[in-house]
Every structure is written in structure tokens, then in C-alpha cells.
T-cell receptor
Framework: AQKITQTQPGMFVQEKEAVTLDCTYD???????LFWYKQPSSGEMIFLIY??????QNATEGRYSLNFQKARKSANLVISASQLGDSAMYFC???????????FGTGTRLTIIP | GAGVSQTPSNKVTEKGKYVELRCDPI?????LYWYRQSLGQGPEFLIY????????DSGLPNDRFFAVRPEGSVSTLKIQRTERGDSAVYLC????????????FGSGTRLTVV
């Protein structure tokens, strides 16, 4: 069974600084996808970025990038130039290709300080 | 509507009562998912529908939980004989074809069993 580990329960970052949220995963499968979601206080899970296990380039979406290190089984999220609106819970998740279940980590609460 | 709609947004019920939670997916999305998010945790998979049929219900915790999607659009999660441990946020998500194409989540129903 796959597992996602997020070791940072909470982080405080100064506005405009870059922040890295850690995520490691455990699976014996070779075909999988990794996701990051943002969950503000409203509760909705907002998709941020996706990385497939066979993608050779690290995924980027605007201010978000995913630092994918396959050999180390890590998929850290990097947010550049943080903004106050980035304050939220962030979840890393994994899916095995051919399966429909997302497995989530326990999340990191990010607080941006003005 | 443009997004996944869940009703009610909040539900308080007494232990032992029956509850129904509704999910309206994005129009045309064939795949629909239910997740449960307990306090301080990431979402956990409950059940997945492709069209009208439950393709994977392996995440349902016990036989008190049941979900239907009779016409392939709206889904209802039904919980019988509710227990205090059922208190959580129940999230619904939909996808045009399957999970690898990305999920869109609703804002969830917060269920409190007193």
C-alpha cells in the first residue's frame, strides 16, 4: 500500500519569501502520479500541481513548482514569492495509475506573515 | 453550476439517526468520488462511481455507510445509525473521465454527531 509523509505540521513564512513544503512517498509501483492540493479555511480542496512518475521535467504552474526526486521518493512543493493568500493547509497526495484512489498525507499548515 | 456542489454545508444530528449527504458533480463528469476528512487528517477515500455504478467501495468503513448515483450525476452518501466517530467533513469530487485527469472537489459537508 502506498503512503504519503508530510513531516512539517506547520510553517511560518515571511511574505514575499519562497517556501518549500516537504513530501515523501512510499510505493513499490513504478507508475504513479503526485498531486498537491491547497485547502483554505473554506474547506474546498484546490488542485495546484501534478507530476507523473514518468515525467522527465519538474512540473511548474505559475508560482508553484514541484521538486521531484524520484530516487529519493520526494515531491516537495515550492511556492515562490509567497503571498498572504497562500495561508492554508497544503496536502500532498498520490495515485497509482489504473487506480482511482488518492492517498493523502496529513498536511502542512502554512501561515504567511506580513 | 460551474463547480461541485455539496449540500448541506453543515449537518448536526443525534447519535443513532440516519443522514443523507448530497453531491452535485460538474455537468458531464462521469467519475465521482467520496472522501472523509477527520480533524487534523488528510482526506480518506470512501467510494468511487463511474457512471451509475460503484466501481470501488473499498473505503466504506462498515455497512452503515452506503452511496448511490442512480442517474449517473447526483450522488447521495447515506449513513445509518450514526455514531460520534462519524463526525468529519465529507468531501465529494468529480472528474471528466478518471482520477489521472484531475479531480475537482466540493467544499464538503461538515457532519457533527452529538
Amino acid at each position: 500500500a502506498q503512503k504519503i509523509t508530510q513531516t512539517q505540521p506547520g510553517m511560518f513564512v515571511q511574505e514575499k519569501e519562497a517556501v518549500t513544503l516537504d513530501c515523501t512517498y512510499d510505493t513499490s509501483d513504478q507508475s504513479y502520479g503526485l498531486f498537491w492540493y491547497k485547502q483554505p479555511s473554506s474547506g474546498e480542496m484546490i488542485f495546484l500541481i501534478y507530476q507523473g512518475s514518468y515525467d522527465e521535467q519538474n512540473a511548474t504552474e505559475g508560482r508553484y513548482s514541484l521538486n521531484f526526486q524520484k530516487a529519493r521518493k520526494s515531491a516537495n512543493l515550492v511556492i515562490s514569492a509567497s503571498q498572504l493568500g497562500d495561508s492554508a493547509m497544503y496536502f500532498c497526495a498520490m495515485i497509482l495509475f489504473g487506480n482511482e484512489k488518492l492517498t493523502f498525507g496529513t498536511g502542512t499548515r502554512l501561515t504567511i506573515i506580513p | 453550476g460551474a463547480g461541485v456542489s455539496q449540500t448541506p454545508s453543515n449537518k448536526v444530528t443525534e447519535k443513532g439517526k440516519y443522514v443523507e449527504l448530497r453531491c452535485d458533480p460538474i455537468s458531464g463528469h462521469t467519475a465521482l468520488y467520496w472522501y472523509r476528512q477527520s480533524l487534523g487528517q488528510g482526506p480518506e477515500f470512501l467510494i468511487y462511481f463511474q457512471g451509475t455504478g460503484a466501481a470501488d467501495d473499498s473505503g466504506l468503513p462498515n455497512d452503515r455507510f452506503f452511496a448511490v448515483r442512480p442517474e449517473g450525476s447526483v450522488s447521495t452518501l447515506k449513513i445509518q445509525r450514526t455514531e460520534r466517530g462519524d463526525s468529519a467533513v465529507y468531501l465529494c469530487a468529480s472528474s471528466p473521465f478518471g482520477a489521472n485527469y484531475g479531480y475537482t472537489f466540493g467544499s464538503g459537508t461538515r457532519l457533527t454527531v452529538v
